[in-house]
């Protein structure tokens, strides 16, 4: 399983990213993928999840109404778009498929003015 994160960088609080998330190794139609982030001296913690098909999908309260999940089965990726971010958004982001213990180098996003 190999997973391949991008889009990170610094951007302004109110500002936006998209996350890309290339992945191999498995077939990504079959699996839901999720988006977790690790803050500075924190533990990592679930941000995004969808499902197979991407028709559900699900945040953690700090993020609802500003991040969504999506994803491209046809070319094995998952995004995450997020809009009007905050400094408490900073973090390194990674994605990882439902239930397969794997992880890749992860995307940092800082947000500072």
């Known amino acids: 399983v190999q997973l391949v994160e991008s889009g990170g960088g610094l951007v302004q609080p109110g500002g936006s990213l998209r996350l890309s998330c290339v992945a191999s190794?498995?077939?990504?139609?079959?699996?839901?993928m999720r988006w977790y982030r690790q803050a500075p001296g924190k533990e990592r913690e679930l941000v995004a999840t969808t499902t197979a098909t991407g028709r559900a999908t699900n945040y953690r309260d700090s993020v609802k109404g500003r991040f969504t999940i999506f994803r491209d089965n046809a070319n094995n990726t998952v995004y995450l778009q997020m809009n009007y971010l905050k400094t408490e958004d900073t973090a390194v982001y990674y994605c990882?498929?439902?239930?397969?213990?794997?992880w890749g180098k992860g995307t940092l996003v800082t947000v500072s003015s």
């Open positions: 190794g498995f077939t990504f139609s079959n699996y839901g």
């Open positions: 990882r498929p439902t239930g397969v213990d794997a």
